[in-house]
């Protein structure tokens, strides 16, 4: 069962640097987004997060409002690209049904 902390806190927003020339932050992509893959049977909100730090394969994650997060590559349908701390990625939720579940992890930067 996939174990979802989230906590009210500010965050101070690092500037990335994008393909060595393209500066991206947080602050510059939006909170979140929702779409939805073959013809609405599958419907995905996408949160932007910072990832803060990795320990004993936890990820603790924050978004550009404040949420924090927390997850494991373990509970997701897809395996993580290669991550590190500082990395901007995208979150995917699955609210196609009554669960709302972190199933995949992209990376933005």
Same mark, same amino acid.
């Given at each position: 069962?996939?174990?979802?902390?989230?906590?009210?806190?500010?965050?101070?927003?690092?500037?990335?640097?994008?393909?060595?020339?393209?500066?991206?932050?947080?602050?510059?992509?939006?909170?979140?987004?929702?779409?939805?893959?073959?013809?609405?049977?599958?419907?995905?909100?996408?949160?932007?997060?910072?990832?803060?730090?990795?320990?004993?394969?936890?990820?603790? *994650?924050?978004?550009?409002?404040?949420?924090?997060?927390?997850?494991?590559?373990?509970?997701?349908?897809?395996?993580?690209?290669?991550?590190?701390?500082? &990395?901007?990625?995208?979150?995917?939720? &699955? *609210?196609?049904?009554?669960?709302?579940?972190? *199933?995949?992890?992209?990376?933005?930067?």
């Amino acid at each position: 069962m996939l174990l979802l902390f989230i906590r009210f806190t500010f965050q101070e927003t690092f500037v990335l640097t994008h393909f060595g020339h393209k500066n991206i932050t947080l602050a510059s992509l939006p909170d979140h987004e929702t779409i939805e893959e073959g013809k609405g049977k599958q419907k995905y909100k996408i949160y932007y997060c910072e990832i803060e730090d990795i320990k004993n394969d936890t990820y603790f *994650v924050y978004s550009k409002n404040g949420f924090k997060f927390t997850f494991k590559e373990k509970t997701l349908e897809e395996k993580l690209p290669s991550l590190k701390k500082g &990395d901007i990625i995208k979150l995917y939720f &699955d *609210v196609s049904g009554h669960v709302h579940e972190l *199933v995949k992890v992209e990376k933005v930067n």
